[in-house]
C-alpha cells in the first residue's frame, strides 16, 4: 500500500520457524511519520522467526488521499541478520502460502518465501525475466526506483483499483486463501474486475 500514517500500530510477535506456533513474546510501537516508518529497539526473540502486522490507516497510491477506514497487513520474516522489515501488499498476500508450505510441506522458511516469492509474482504476470531481480519481499519500497519497487507499486495499485478498504480488505483476503494451498491465483472474476478497472 501507500505509506501508513504516522500512529499506525505494528506488532512483532515471536513464532517458531517449523510450526507458525507463536511463542507468546511481542512487541508494539507506532507509525512515527505519513512516510510509513517505525521503529522497534532491543528485540529479544528466543527464535529468529516473527510474523510482522501493521494496522491502520494509509495513503492511497492513486489518489494520495488518506484512507476512511484501516487496514491490517502482515509479514513473515527471518530476523537473523536483519534489522528492517518493510510490510507491504505482497508480504501479505505471500503469507498464507507460505505457512502451508513450510507447516504441510515441511519446507524450510528461506525457501517457502523463495517459491511463493516467484509464485505470487508469477500471478500477476511478473516471469522469471524479471522476477529474478526483485528483492525478498520485505526489502520492497515502492518509491525505490528498482525492478522490485515498480512490481510492489503495480501489485498495489491494481489491488487497490477503485475499491474501498474494506473490498480491497476482502481482496486481499481472497486472493491469499486461493493462492495458499497450491500456489496459484484462480478467481476469474477478480482478474477480470481488476482487468476492466486497467482499461479505463
Known amino acids: 500500500k501507500g505509506p501508513f500514517v504516522k500512529g499506525s500500530v505494528v506488532s512483532v510477535q515471536g513464532i517458531n520457524c517449523r510450526t507458525f506456533e507463536l511463542t507468546g513474546e511481542s512487541y508494539e510501537t507506532t507509525v512515527k511519520s505519513n512516510g510509513g516508518d517505525y521503529e522497534i529497539d532491543d528485540i529479544n526473540l528466543s527464535s529468529v522467526c516473527?510474523?510482522?502486522e501493521i494496522s491502520g490507516y494509509y495513503l492511497s497510491e492513486i489518489t494520495g488521499a488518506e484512507s476512511s477506514e484501516k487496514l491490517t497487513l502482515r509479514a513473515v520474516t527471518n530476523l537473523k541478520n536483519r534489522d528492517h522489515v518493510n510490510i507491504n501488499v505482497l508480504t501479505h498476500l505471500?503469507?498464507?502460502?507460505?505457512m502451508y508450505l513450510v507447516t504441510m510441506n515441511r519446507m524450510p522458511l528461506a525457501d517457502a518465501k523463495k517459491q511463493a516469492e516467484?509464485?505470487?509474482l508469477a500471478a500477476f504476470?511478473?516471469?522469471?525475466g524479471a522476477a529474478y531481480k526483485v528483492q525478498t519481499f520485505e526489502d520492497l519500497n515502492m518509491f525505490e526506483k528498482s525492478e522490485g519497487g515498480a512490481a510492489l507499486l503495480a501489485v498495489s495499485v491494481i489491488m487497490q483499483g477503485d475499491e474501498s478498504t474494506e473490498e480491497l480488505a476482502k481482496r486481499l483476503e481472497k486472493f491469499a486463501y486461493d493462492f495458499a494451498e497450491d500456489g496459484e491465483w484462480k478467481d476469474g472474476k477478480a482478474k477480470k474486475d481488476i482487468a476492466e478497472w486497467a482499461a479505463t
Open 125 to 128: 504476470g511478473i516471469d522469471d
Open 50 to 52: 516473527a510474523v510482522l
Open 94 to 98: 505471500e503469507y498464507d502460502r507460505v
Open 118 to 120: 516467484k509464485e505470487a
